[in-house]
């Protein structure tokens, strides 16, 4: 018990001078605080130069609220619970392996570290986005899940910042579901992390801005605004209740899986789901959402 009470004091403490470190410039590239800014800041003059809903002002509804999850989101939550909590979990896995005689380096199939730059960004790319893939289908597909992606889905004029509102406990099962298939491909350094973040960062906040952009050809292996807006539809063909376009970077698993969907231009359907009229409003009260009784 006193190592995991070491993890989550090492944890807390490591995390609080990396927020620190970030805020005070003494970190360079792998500066996540201030790349956020930065990417925003892009996305937000984009927004203002190449509007596809034009009467849609650049302070859309709930954009404060958003921007407040979008810090929140990656700065304090990791604070509060997620880095200790990972780190907590991967001490468990490893003791639970080592029972029968096991670590997580009998399961690697492949050290990156060994690989050009290039292949090794690709690979390690390409996993993560596959899991999250999946993981958004899972997100969609159970009841109890639901209840906290639809946190994600009460925006109702999208916009870059909606990118980033989501409950708590997505990142959990995200990085739960993320954990082992990483280990099978151990090896990748801490700047590998913060070149695939930042894409994923930047297409992510495009995918959600407010910009008439679909990339030309691109639009088949890149998420785009054009096409994840109708991932926030809030009325789908009875076949496809239970969502479509799950790409979080890439859209060609849509296409490979037959989960793509773009039947015309979705400038000016409606987004959220059904029933948001009575989804709460503020943060709080979203966040306790999936906790309460529901009819």
């Not at 350094?189 to 050809?217: E, M, P, R």
């Amino acid at each position: 018990m006193n190592k995991y009470i070491e993890i989550f004091k090492n944890s807390y403490s490591d995390y609080w001078n990396y927020i620190k470190q970030s805020v005070l410039f003494e970190l360079n590239w792998e500066n996540y605080f201030y790349g956020l800014i930065l990417i925003s800041l892009l996305v937000w003059g984009l927004e203002a130069v190449f509007p596809w809903r034009k009467n849609q002002s650049l302070f859309r509804k709930d954009f404060w609220l958003d921007t407040f999850y979008m810090f929140f989101n990656f700065f304090l939550l990791n604070l509060l619970v997620l880095i200790a909590l990972s780190n907590a979990a991967a001490e468990v896995f490893n003791d639970i392996l080592g029972v029968v005689g096991l670590s997580i380096a009998n399961f690697q199939v492949l050290e990156l570290n060994t690989l050009p730059f290039a292949l090794r960004i690709f690979i390690f790319f390409i996993v993560i986005d596959f899991v999250q893939w999946c993981t958004h289908r899972l997100l969609h597909s159970y009841e109890f899940l639901w209840n906290f992606h639809k946190v994600h889905h009460s925006v109702k004029e999208m916009g870059f910042a909606a990118h980033l509102r989501y409950h708590w406990m997505e990142p959990v099962v995200y990085n739960s579901l993320k954990y082992i298939p990483l280990a099978i491909i151990g090896g990748f350094t801490a700047q590998d992390v913060a070149v695939v973040h930042f894409f994923n960062i930047t297409i992510g906040h495009l995918n959600h801005a407010n910009i008439n952009w679909d990339y030309g050809w691109l639009k088949y292996i890149l998420n785009n605004p054009k096409m994840h807006i109708w991932h926030h539809a809030k009325v789908l063909p009875e076949e496809r209740k239970q969502g479509v376009n799950f790409g979080i970077t890439l859209s060609i698993w849509d296409y490979l899986f037959k989960t793509n969907y773009i039947p015309y231009s979705g400038r000016d359907i409606e987004i959220g789901f059904e029933g948001d009229e009575q989804f709460p409003k503020g943060f709080v009260k979203q966040e306790l959402y999936p906790f309460g009784k529901r009819d």
